[in-house]
T-cell receptor, first 115, second 114 residues
């Protein structure tokens, strides 16, 4: 089966740094993506890692360790507008290498940013 | 550019009724996807189409059918709606197959089956 684990809720204050972890167990792995979803809205793409290491995009960074089946999303200089749900999503591989086009999402982490 | 559009935004069905959810994208993307999201949950892939003329099952395809009408449009059909299909349905598209290339989501269709 496929499973992704991420914390259900995280709370932090404005200006702080927060890390949202994601561990996965899937049959075939191609890459790890992160999406943000505000209440009632559509998910929006934040970041993608196919190789081990850190990817940085402005205030957001994402890290992947394929050997540990683990990744995280790092949000810096938190703002009130960052209050949202954050989902990690594994892109499944076919026969170990090709991209199947299938995403498996975690259940999401609700981030609450307080003043 | 409108991006990804979905119709309708809201729908209430009685058990056993059928309906088709429409999705269109104007970004010339090759791949399109249908997801459902239940309260407090992540998105689950129902069906996807890696390119025009192809469709494939996702995690939860039972009770649904899809049609990739052309490169722009990808519809989802519920032949006989059940209360378990009450959910928010999102359509998405990407330039290439898979999420490594950013997926763009539509605003969603909120479906209630009574």
């Amino acid at each position: 089966g496929q499973s992704l684990e991420q914390p259900s809720e995280v709370t932090a204050v404005e200006g702080a740094i927060v890390q949202i972890n994601c561990t996965y167990q899937t049959s075939g792995f191609y890459g790890l993506s992160w999406y943000q979803q505000h209440d009632g809205g559509a998910p929006t793409f934040l970041s993608y890692n196919a190789l081990d290491g850190l990817e940085e995009t402005g205030r957001f960074s994402s890290f992947l360790s394929r050997s540990d089946s683990y990744g995280y999303l790092l949000l810096q200089e938190l703002q009130m507008k960052d209050s949202a749900s954050y989902f990690c999503a594994v892109i499944l591989a076919w026969r170990g290498s090709s991209n199947t086009g299938k995403l498996i999402f975690g259940q999401g982490t609700t981030l609450q940013v307080k003043p | 550019n409108a991006g990804v559009t979905q119709t309708p935004k809201f729908q209430v069905l009685k058990t056993g009724q059928s309906m088709t959810l429409q999705c269109a994208q104007d970004m010339n993307h090759n791949s399109m996807y249908w997801y459902r999201q239940d309260p407090g949950m992540g998105l689950r892939l129902i069906y996807y189409s890696a390119s025009e003329g192809t469709t494939d099952k996702g995690e939860v395809p039972n009770g649904y059918n899809v049609s990739r009408l052309n490169k722009r449009e990808f519809s989802l059909r519920l032949e006989s709606a059940a209360p378990s299909q009450t959910s928010v349905y999102f359509c998405a598209s990407s330039a290439k197959a898979g999420g490594g290339h950013e997926q763009y989501f539509g605003p969603g269709t909120r479906l209630t089956v009574t």
